[in-house]
């Protein structure tokens, strides 16, 4: 079965300073893709980042980076240069393949970033 | 803005009613997801669809049916609504082939009374 762990329910980040919230996930299927929302206290949800488990460099998409250990089942979402716009809760999540989980879509408990002035 | 959009937004609604909820996409998307969320339980999948009268159970199952008749609906109904019932549901659209994330919707925030 798959599933996504998320270890840090609440972090704290200086504003500027970079922040790493933790994700590790476990899955049979040898093809997969991960994922991070971010969800602000408005409730909705936002896409941030994915990376396919074939693809060889890690994902980038502006400040956010996914430092992709495949060997250590870890996805850690990396936010540089934090703003006080990011305090929001993270959601680390997997899509299984076609021939494994149906393209079953599970995510982590999240990760509650806050980021101070 | 992907086109998904769930009604109703808000719902009260008292024990023992059945209650339906819907998705309804403009994407074309094959998948379709029903969520609920939960403070301290992230978002937890109850239903999925991967076509038209294809469907699977997720995590959180129990006292959930969903019912796919058409591409672009996907309803979530709550059988005899319960107060463990009481949370936001969140449906959400992907599809595989292009391995582009998942939209959501607004989400609907259902309370049993």
């Known amino acids: 079965a798959q599933k996504i762990t998320q270890t840090q329910p609440g972090m704290f980040v200086q504003e500027k300073e970079a922040v790493t919230l933790d994700c590790t996930y476990d899955?049979?299927?040898?093809?997969?893709?991960l994922f991070w929302y971010k969800q602000p206290s408005s409730g909705e949800m936002i896409f941030l980042i994915y990376q396919g488990s074939y693809d060889q460099q890690n994902a980038t998409e502006g400040r956010y980076s996914l430092n992709f250990q495949k060997a250590r089942k870890s996805a850690n979402l990396v936010i540089s240069a934090s703003q006080l716009g990011d305090s929001a809760m993270y959601f680390c999540a997997m899509r299984g393949s076609y021939g494994g989980s149906q393209g079953n879509l599970i995510f982590g408990k999240g990760t509650k970033l806050s980021v101070k002035p | 803005d992907a086109g998904i959009t769930q009604s109703p937004r808000h719902k009260v609604t008292e024990t023992g009613t059945p209650v339906t909820l819907r998705c309804h996409q403009t994407?074309?998307?094959?998948?379709m997801y029903w969520y609920r969320q939960d403070p301290g339980h992230g978002l937890r999948l109850i239903h999925y669809s991967y076509g038209v009268k294809d469907t699977d159970k997720g995590e959180v199952s129990d006292g959930y049916s969903v019912s796919r008749s058409k591409t672009e609906d996907f309803l979530l109904t709550l059988e005899s609504a319960t107060s463990s019932q009481t949370s936001v549901y969140f449906c959400?659209?992907?599809?595989?082939?292009?391995?582009?994330?998942?939209?959501f919707g607004q989400g609907t925030r259902l309370t049993v009374v």
């Open positions: 899955t049979s299927d040898p093809s997969y893709g």
């Open positions: 959400a659209i992907s599809d595989l082939d292009s391995n582009t994330e998942a939209f």
């Open positions: 994407e074309n998307h094959r998948y």
